[in-house]
């Protein structure tokens, strides 16, 4: 199995940045995608962020120009770093990994943005 722990989150201000990391571990053979999403309060959870093993990304709209994703495949972590964060944003905000087939879930870290 592979475990996921997410770090970063937290309140900050409209305009502000904040980094999200995931780490991954346990039995790893291979990590093939890695992506972000984020539930908000009475809403659906939405894909925010991928990325593929070899490095191509996707975005969903409202982000694009202001978050960045990105990975170390030598540490098994991915990362998000989010810019000019508006309220929208805020949200709880999940790690997820495809490894050998599976699909995993980190517990998710909350990110709350005052305007």
């Known amino acids: 199995q592979v475990q996921l722990v997410e770090s970063g989150g937290g309140l900050v201000q409209a305009g502000g940045s904040l980094r999200l990391s995931c780490a991954a571990s346990?039995?790893?053979?291979?990590?093939?995608?890695m992506g972000w999403y984020r539930q908000a309060p009475g809403k659906q959870r939405e894909l925010v962020a991928t990325i593929t093993s070899t490095g191509y990304v996707n975005y969903v709209e409202s982000v694009k120009g202001r978050f960045t994703i990105s990975r170390d495949n030598g540490r098994n972590m991915v990362y998000l770093q989010m810019d000019s964060l508006k309220p929208g944003d805020t949200a709880v905000y999940y790690c997820n990994v495809k490894s050998g087939g599976m699909i995993y879930w980190g517990k998710g870290t909350l990110v709350t943005v005052s305007s």
């Open positions: 346990g039995n790893i053979f291979r990590i093939d995608d």
